[in-house]
């Protein structure tokens, strides 16, 4: 069993920065797609951003340019840099970790923005 647990986020105002980070406790992190998901209150969790185990990246198109995703497969660790914020970009935040058919989630954590 694998369990995911992000950290990072906050309250931050617009055009400011957060890290997140989410660490897994599972043996196949390096084998793992790892992707960050959001969703804001009354809306859908829509993808933010993607990672394989080769290090390739998808993004949605609303934070291409200001937010990056990146692992550290030493660490278990996968991180999403987001730079640049804007008030359409708060919401909880959720890691994903899937390999195959196994498919784990975290408890996500909360990022707003707001002046």
């Known amino acids: 069993q694998v369990q995911l647990v992000e950290s990072g986020g906050g309250l931050v105002q617009p055009g400011g920065s957060l890290r997140l980070s989410c660490v897994s406790s599972g043996s196949i992190f390096s084998i793992s797609g790892m992707g960050w998901y959001r969703q804001a209150p009354g809306k859908q969790r829509e993808l933010v951003a993607t990672i394989t185990p080769g290090s390739m990246t998808n993004y949605a198109d609303s934070v291409k340019g200001r937010f990056t995703i990146s692992r550290d497969n030493a660490k278990n660790t996968v991180y999403l840099q987001m730079n640049s914020l804007k008030p359409e970009d708060t919401a909880k935040y959720y890691c994903?970790?899937?390999?195959?058919?196994?498919?784990?989630w975290g408890q996500g954590t909360q990022v707003t923005v707001s002046s």
């Open positions: 994903r970790q899937n390999r195959l058919s196994l498919d784990f």
